[in-house]
C-alpha cells in the first residue's frame, strides 16, 4: 500500500492553486465553499489510503450533526464509519476584510467546538468514540493581514502575546491556543498570496500548524479505526 502522505507538498500546492483559480473564475463560488473544495478532495483522498472501510465522507449534503446549545450544526466535512462519527473538519479562508472577520471566525470556532463537545458528553452521537475535530484556515498573505494590530485596552490590559500582533499572528495564536486546550484536535495554518496564489504558492508560519502535522493527526485517528475495524471482522 502506498504511503497516504506520498507527495503531500506537491498534492496541497494544487489544492491552493484551485483555490485562488476557482475564486478567480467563479466569484459566487465563494458563497457556496466551493473554493475551498480542493482541501476536502485532498483529505477524502488521503483517508480513504488509511484503510477505512465503509466510511462515507461528506462534504456537501448531510453534514449536520446534532448541538447542545442548538439543534444541529452543518459542518464543512463529516467522517461516519460503521455508524459512528469519526472526524470532522472546519475549513475556512479569509481574503480581505481582515479587520471585520476575525473576531467573527474566532467566536464561530469557539462556539462550534464547545457545542459539539457538550452534545458529545450528552451522548448525543452514541455509539461513537470521541470523534477527532480539525480546523483548516487558509488567510491572503498581504500587507494588510500582516501588519501590526493596535489594540483597544479602556478597562484592562490585552494579554501581552496579542499586543501589536498581525491579524496573521492572531490567526496563529487562536489555532494554537485551540488545540492546545483540547477544544479542537489540529489546527492548519496556511498563508497565500493572492497575485501568485494561483501558481499553488503559500506558506506556513508556524510548524505545530502545518498542513503535514495537522494530517498526521487525522491519519492517526483514521488508522486506528481502520485496525478496530479490522479486529471486528475477523473476530470469530
Known sequence: MSNPLDHLGDRLQKAVELFWRTRESNPQSVRAGKHLDGFRELVAEILMAAGLQRATIHWQQKTELPGWFRAEKNWDLLIVADGKVVAIIEFKSQVGSFGNNFNNRAEEALGNGTDLWAAYEAGAFSPSERPWLGYF????????????????????????????????????????????????????????????????????????????????????????????????????
Do not use: W
Open 137 to 236: 484556515m487558509l488567510l491572503e498573505d498581504a500587507p494588510r493581514s500582516k501588519e501590526a494590530v493596535r489594540v483597544r485596552e479602556p478597562h484592562f490590559k490585552v494579554f501581552e502575546e496579542f499586543r501589536d500582533a498581525s491579524y496573521a499572528r492572531r490567526y496563529e495564536l487562536m489555532l494554537m491556543k485551540l488545540v492546545r486546550s483540547r477544544l479542537y484536535d489540529a489546527g492548519c495554518l496556511l498563508l497565500s498570496p493572492r497575485e501568485s496564489g494561483a501558481a499553488g504558492l503559500y506558506t506556513e508560519p508556524n510548524a505545530e500548524l502545518s498542513f503535514r502535522t495537522f494530517i498526521t493527526s487525522l491519519l492517526g485517528r483514521a488508522i486506528a479505526v481502520a485496525h478496530l475495524q479490522s479486529s471486528d471482522s475477523s473476530s470469530p
